[in-house]
């Protein structure tokens, strides 16, 4: 089992996009109110007094969609300046990076994974369940101003449907040959959208692979990030492919990393809601930070545990109907 010291940190629930696959159709979410959300000074608390001192070194902001965040750059920069740090990164969709992406590389960010599920932008707005004007050009400019600023190497994030984008992975791959990119092909999970699962199921990422293999070749890579990709390089390419594959490659047993909800829960896995702790509620009753880090302390030594396969759904299928924003992807 791999060390856990690695935080992923939902800044918000909301997100701008609705992409089928996290969302269904017409649903309502119950988004959480502004005050229910930890504040940039109960985050940094609980880093300095609980995380760190348990090893936890690796941090990433992701959302819903963490741009919308008004001290977003703030949050960046305080992190950032924890001399502990020693990696931070953010998931976003790209779609408000070309005013932000100088911003936040000034305040300390240095690694970035954008959402790209698609090069067509009828596609892509298809995806993002876009009714209005097209968000395909923005985000586009948004990874060019992220690349330009100095990201590198950056990292596209693309989730695979079948009938929807599966079509399109020899072209994004080739976005690697002659860019320091990196492009992450992942499985499409029962995530927020079980009939578009059910409807569509996933694509085992061999199948990507031996495609891809078909075409230029493929050989595995020595670049390795924090994550359970596995990655590859087409020969010759400047950057690299990644391929996370739960579906058909349980990764659990390499998991590194635990989830702080935008609301301050902290869940030992992306599908078991066994044994979260709400750090948020028991910070501003006046928990002390010693005892806090006592209780995830002992939720590490109970991860190692808990399986994909073999996860505890929740009440009411919670698990399930939960989207990835609400999470905290």
């Not at 760190?52 to 305080?78: H, S, W, Y």
């Not at 990201?151 to 690697?176: H, I, M, S, Y």
């Not at 902290?266 to 928990?287: H, V």
């Amino acid at each position: 089992m791999n060390p856990v010291d690695y935080l992923r940190i939902s800044l918000l629930d909301r997100c701008n996009f609705r992409c089928q696959y996290c969302m269904p159709e017409g649903a309502e979410l119950d988004y959480v109110l502004n005050p229910e959300l930890l504040s940039r000074q109960e985050m940094i608390i609980l880093l300095e007094e609980v995380f760190i001192p348990l090893g936890f070194r690796k941090f990433r902001l992701t959302g819903g969609e963490p741009l919308l965040r008004p001290d977003v750059v703030e949050i960046v920069g305080a992190i950032a300046a924890l001399p502990q740090t020693q990696d931070l990164a953010m998931t976003t969709n790209g779609f408000l990076l070309s005013h932000l992406a100088k911003p936040l590389y000034d305040a300390g960010l240095r690694r970035i994974n954008i959402s790209l599920d698609s090069l067509d932008p009828q596609v892509f707005d298809k995806i993002i369940g876009n009714r209005g004007l097209s968000r395909w050009k923005q985000t586009w400019e948004g990874i060019q101003e992220a690349y330009r600023v100095g990201f590198d190497p950056l990292k596209l994030n693309v989730v695979v449907v079948p009938g929807l984008n599966d079509r399109e992975v020899l072209d994004l791959a080739a976005l690697t040959r002659d860019r320091h990119w990196h492009v992450r092909f992942i499985e499409f999970m029962p995530i927020g959208n079980p009939e578009l699962f059910q409807e569509r199921a996933w694509i085992p990422s061999e199948e990507l692979r031996a495609a891809i293999r078909d075409r230029w070749g493929l050989v595995e890579s020595t670049v390795r990030g924090n994550g359970p990709a596995d990655v590859f390089q087409i020969p010759g390419a400047k950057g690299t492919l990644g391929f996370i594959s739960q579906m058909s490659e349980c990764f659990c047993d390499r998991c590194n990393r635990m989830r702080l909800s935008a609301d301050g829960w902290l869940r030992p896995c992306l599908l078991n809601e066994s044994g979260q702790i709400d750090l948020k509620t028991a910070l501003r009753n006046g928990t002390s930070t010693a005892q806090l880090r006592e209780q995830v302390r002992e939720l590490l030594a109970i991860k190692p545990e808990t399986n994909f396969k073999q996860r505890d759904p929740g009440t009411a299928g919670s698990t399930y109907r939960r989207t990835m924003s609400q999470i905290g992807g």
